[in-house]
């Protein structure tokens, strides 16, 4: 570690040399026997702190350590006057100009290393200080810039305006975890290039970051296509569950929107799943020194991402905790009791499509779909997908009926609502046309051995297939 190097400024050279000798262990010693000296040595070098003669020919010390205070770069140099002349005006004078110390001649030597200690801490606190005032002034402009994209102004306003806005750390809130999700968006993706896939995802997420803004909500991290965001965090309302389901029913009602986009640059359309769950949760700073951001931690948001993922496209799910915390009237199209991964007890899930005052939004009511039975039935594999894996073993199985996106299946596969499906669809030679068509279970009729599938990515192939069905059913 190099050590702080001391300016000693007199025009005597035995001072200069005594002073050198009691300095010379702890600190780099810098000599000049006349103030021109001295400015030059400022000039030239680092100086950390200057002792300073005040009687000197050519320029006294007053004049120097005003020259000195005078130049921005080294304004913050501390500097003690060493000198001989004892009056209280001299003192004062010496204050006056800029001087944070005065010592009188003849010197004590402890007295000398203690001050000089002193002030050389001084001065590191003081550059601590500038350097955390410059830090949160950075702060304050990052806030802005950064959260600014994922939270609304008012809410990155209260951040900045207060200090209990935005803890460091954590702290434990009761939030709304809003997890959303684009249905056979990832198959799409790799059909086009990726420039396609930013233009889709840009196109997507504007329409729902200002949605989301609108009711408030934190954004907290855009999962390629999915979207994490809060209610609660950093700011809590009262009203905290009634906006998120508010803001995930709008971004559904929008969705029409976004397809006429899509389909205005030649891109297929999507459907968007949404679940809410309504817990405590850590809320705060999450990362390192190096890289930070606000984050959240806890059960709410695994059961938030559980519930989602029991989603079909255009079906909105949320958790008996999010429906009680609401405190107004929500639409309920359905409801059952799940059995989510990591959940010790069955959970009651409600399909919602509406909200009413103060907010008014309402989705279409779905409609009953009336099947009819196809004449050439067409032979398909399933095969039951744990998350993105598929179980080795494949089950035969018929398509009896299609509205898509709605298939009814006939198969000795025992599949409760809500498995995921990889569909593996077979021509009359029993060639695979593709393999690549994924679905949900939406309802089972054990007496019958069938099943309905929602279908939540559908490439060209089978799309063309079903149309042929459909056709061959019609003639």
Not at 87 to 105: L, Q, S
Request: hydrophobic share 40%; net charge negative.
């Amino acid at each position: 570690m190099n050590k702080p190097k001391i300016l000693i400024v007199d025009d005597v050279p035995g001072n200069v040399r005594t002073l050198a000798e009691i300095l010379n262990n702890d600190y780099q010693v810098i000599m000049a026997t006349s103030g021109q000296i001295a400015l030059k040595a400022l000039a030239n070098q680092e100086i950390n702190l200057v002792l300073l003669d005040i009687e000197m020919p050519d320029m006294d010390g007053y004049e120097v350590c005003k020259r000195l205070k005078a130049d921005k770069k080294n304004s913050n140099i501390p500097v003690i006057f060493v000198t001989a002349k004892h009056n209280m005006a001299d003192e004062t004078m010496g204050f006056e100009v800029g001087a944070v110390d005065y010592i009188t001649k003849p010197i004590s030597p402890p007295v000398v290393k203690a001050r000089i200690h002193t002030h050389l801490q001084n001065r590191e606190l003081n550059q601590s200080l500038q350097n955390m005032n410059s830090s949160l002034e950075k702060s304050n402009n990052f806030i802005r810039k950064t959260f600014g994209r994922y939270m609304s102004d008012e809410v990155v306003e209260n951040i900045l305006d207060s200090p209990e806005g935005l803890r460091l750390g954590g702290e434990k809130k009761l939030v709304t975890v809003m997890m959303t999700d684009l249905r056979g968006f990832t198959a799409i993706g790799e059909r086009l290039s990726p420039e396609e896939v930013i233009s889709m995802l840009n196109m997507y997420l504007e329409t729902m970051t200002e949605i989301i803004f609108k009711y408030k909500g934190t954004i907290i991290e855009f999962l390629g296509d999915g979207i994490l965001a809060l209610f609660g965090a950093p700011i809590t309302r009262d009203d905290d569950a009634q906006r998120a389901v508010a803001c995930v029913l709008e971004m559904q009602q929008k969705m029409p929107q976004v397809n006429a986009r899509f389909k205005e640059q030649g891109f297929e359309e999507v459907t968007m799943g949404g679940g809410l769950n309504t817990g405590q949760a850590v809320a705060g700073n999450i990362g390192s020194d190096l890289r930070s951001k606000y984050g959240v931690v806890g059960k709410a948001i695994n059961l938030a991402g559980r519930i989602e993922s029991l989603t079909v496209g255009g079906q909105i799910l949320i958790s008996e905790n999010t429906l009680k915390a609401c405190n107004a009237k929500i639409r309920i199209d359905d409801q059952w009791s799940v059995r989510a991964k990591g959940v010790e007890n069955p959970v009651s899930v409600y399909q919602i499509g509406g909200i009413s005052e103060p907010y008014n939004i309402q989705l279409p009511i779905p409609e009953k779909i009336e099947f009819q039975t196809l004449r050439d039935r067409a032979s398909i594999k399933l095969t039951i997908l744990d998350g993105k894996v598929a179980e080795r073993r494949s089950h035969e199985g018929e398509l009896i009926a299609i509205v898509p996106p709605l298939a009814l299946i006939t198969t000795s596969l025992k599949a409760r609502r809500l498995t995921n499906l990889q569909v593996e669809l077979l021509d009359k030679q029993g060639i695979t046309i593709t393999n690549q068509l994924y679905g949900k279970v939406v309802e089972t009729d054990t007496n019958n051995n069938c099943i309905k599938v929602q279908f939540t990515s559908t490439p060209p192939e089978a799309d063309k297939f079903f149309k042929l069905l459909l056709n061959n059913n019609t003639e």
